[in-house]
């Protein structure tokens, strides 16, 4: 069983829809949460950072993480098709040596 | 803030050859530095761990002698893939982690390598 589990998709859904991107893991001791956009042949981009659990906002973006369920959620309000792009979650413990375990990223298509 | 560049964005070579590529965090200190590979359409898998002025540490699998990796400072890592062959065909890609931030990392534009 891989640590972070996240569904590759591909998702297509139409401009101005709310979509949930989705990642479930195993390791208890995961308290920091990120979400990544990757566009074709590019580095990955810092979205949103959580640490523990709760809800972070910033603009279109929503980040959950429920600890409890060991289940975290990305929600984008008001799709793009510039939000057309590559997913990927990602987490790791509390030690700021700790490494960063990616999940496999979620192909998101916004139909204008 | 928080911008990584690499350099070259995009290499081919002969097999055989060896290929340097470098990662640097342009606005801030980077104690450490992480080497992914991705292949298409696949995720992002680390490579090695670079810490600066320490050897650099390896994941399963990783063969460190051929992929030799340098981080003489706190703003520069770099990758060397030597004896370069058609199966390393990959996207690069390098990240850095800010000293004074927290766990997050910033990554570069990745370094597309394309071995004939």
């Known amino acids: 069983q891989k640590e972070v589990e996240q569904d590759p998709g591909p998702l297509s859904v139409p401009e101005g829809a709310i979509v949930s991107l989705n990642c479930t893991y195993s390791n208890s001791a995961f308290q920091y949460f990120m979400w990544y956009r990757q566009y074709s042949r590019k580095g990955p981009e810092l979205l949103m950072y959580t640490y523990s659990s709760g809800n972070k906002e910033d603009g279109r973006f929503t980040a959950q993480v429920d600890k409890s369920s060991k289940y975290i959620s990305l929600f984008i309000r008001d799709s793009q098709p510039s939000d057309s792009a590559t997913y990927l979650c990602?987490?790791?413990?509390?030690?700021?040596?700790?490494?960063?375990?990616f999940g496999s990223g979620t192909r998101l298509s916004i139909r204008p | 803030g928080a911008v990584v560049s690499q350099h070259p964005s995009r290499v081919i070579c002969k097999s055989g050859t060896s290929v340097k590529i470098e990662c640097r965090s342009l606005?801030?200190?980077?104690?450490?530095m992480f080497w992914y590979r991705q292949f298409p359409k696949q995720s992002l898998m680390l490579m090695a761990t670079s810490n600066e002025g320490s050897k650099a540490t390896y994941e399963q699998g990783v063969e460190k002698d051929k992929f030799l990796i340098n981080h003489a400072s706190l703003t520069l890592s770099t990758l060397t893939v030597t004896s370069a062959h058609p199966e390393d065909s990959s996207f690069y890609i390098c990240?850095?982690?800010?000293?004074?931030?927290?766990?997050?990392?910033?990554f570069g534009p990745g370094t597309r390598l394309t071995v004939l």
């Open positions: 606005d801030f200190q980077a104690t450490t």
């Open positions: 990602a987490m790791s413990t509390y030690s700021s040596a700790s490494k960063i375990i």
């Open positions: 990240s850095a982690r800010d000293v004074g931030g927290y766990n997050e990392q910033f």
